[in-house]
């Protein structure tokens, strides 16, 4: 697949409108019908505000799906759902996410709903943009599971999600998708702590049978559950070892990090493409196009145009929507600016 130099994508999630926040609530008053439609009319929506900015790539906005990993865990056969949160009160923060006890073997015979959600996003979307899935990595899907004595500790359960995993992303390539990304912030997160190559390990086990079958990504940020980040937010402890990670791109969260490490993405470049994070999802100052072109312009002195994209830091679930839809718009027309500059326009 021949990707246009400086493409404009998104991570995947989207604001819910407000009436699917509301309707989300109060399930019991629908239909069967009634949630369909639901569906279809929100994905509408987000499809909606991704091609009215111009992306060259975009997604369903993650609308059916809860939340970023427990609509995964509903999938799932052997966990039990709804663990209380440790904390409900106070400022919000990563710890009041629950955590889910496994009752036995995990599997997933339905699938994890991301093949479902790209055929609805392909019989709704207009032709012209890519259209681009997104599934959690098996290490990311762990971090909400507690170990028990059949799997004692968060590798375990990562090679049990494995699996189910590498099934989902084979069922999409199945189904016709031909970019998919594997989100891994988690390994972004702890990746001070860990051994890098053992993340590289369980990446290369996860996708092994589509490589060369889709255009791969991966996506490493710090965390954005109710806006905050969660670790040690460097990249360094996962480089050079990540280079070897059998993706197309790498996206970097960088606008939030002030571009600390920017560097990083001519080492990427070498390789492979790269996908920088240039909106900053956990603020509501709207980057104007002028300020989005300057860092495109920033960007290029590291990476040549054919190997870079331009994306927010994250998903935009956590952001307001007025605020998703003026950022999405003016990071594609702060890229059309330079690309104008360059006559790639």
């Not at 663990?83 to 106070?90: M, S």
């Not at 955590?99 to 995990?106: A, Q, S, V, Y």
């Not at 490589?211 to 040690?232: D, E, M, Q, W």
């Not at 998703?324 to 718009?329: D, E, I, N, S, V």
Request: proline share 8%; charged share 25%.
């Amino acid at each position: 697949m021949v990707q246009p130099a400086l493409r404009t994508t998104v991570i995947g999630s989207y604001p819910f409108p407000g009436w699917l926040e509301f309707a989300s609530r109060n399930l019991e008053e629908f239909g069967a019908a009634d949630i369909e439609e639901m569906q279809d009319d929100a994905v509408i929506a987000a499809v909606h505000d991704q091609v009215a900015a111009g992306l060259d790539v975009i997604t369903d906005g993650e609308q059916t799906r809860l939340d970023f990993n427990l609509s995964f865990y509903g999938y799932i056969e052997g966990i039990a759902l709804e663990a209380a949160p440790p904390r409900r009160f106070g400022p919000p923060a990563h710890d009041q996410r629950g955590r889910h006890e496994i009752t036995g073997e995990l599997r997933a015979p339905r699938g994890l709903g991301a093949v479902e959600e790209y055929l609805r996003l392909k019989r709704l979307a207009p032709k012209g943009p890519v259209l681009k899935a997104s599934v959690p990595g098996p290490y990311t899907l762990s971090g909400r599971l507690v170990p028990n004595g059949r799997y004692p500790d968060r590798y375990a359960i990562t090679r049990a999600l494995s699996p189910i995993v590498r099934a989902e992303l084979e069922n999409l390539v199945a189904a016709g998708c031909r970019e998919i990304t594997v989100d891994e912030p988690s390994m972004s997160c702890y990746g001070y702590r860990e051994d890098p190559e053992r993340f590289v390990d369980i990446f290369f086990r996860t996708v092994e049978p589509v490589i060369g079958n889709c255009r791969l990504s991966t996506h490493l940020c710090f965390g954005n559950y109710k806006g905050r980040a969660v670790g040690p937010r460097s990249y360094a402890p996962l480089f050079p070892a990540f280079l070897k990670l059998p993706v197309d791109e790498i996206h970097l969260e960088m606008a939030s990090r002030e571009f600390a490490g920017l560097e990083a993405i001519g080492d990427i470049a070498g390789a492979k493409d790269v996908a920088v994070g240039i909106i900053d999802v956990k603020s509501y100052y709207i980057e104007t196009p002028e300020d989005v072109a300057a860092r495109v312009r920033r960007c290029l002195r590291y990476a040549p145009p054919e190997r870079l994209s331009f994306a927010p830091d994250c998903g935009l679930s956590q952001t307001a929507r007025w605020a998703a839809r003026a950022k999405l718009q003016n990071m594609a027309e702060g890229v059309r600016l330079v690309r104008r500059e360059l006559g790639l326009a």
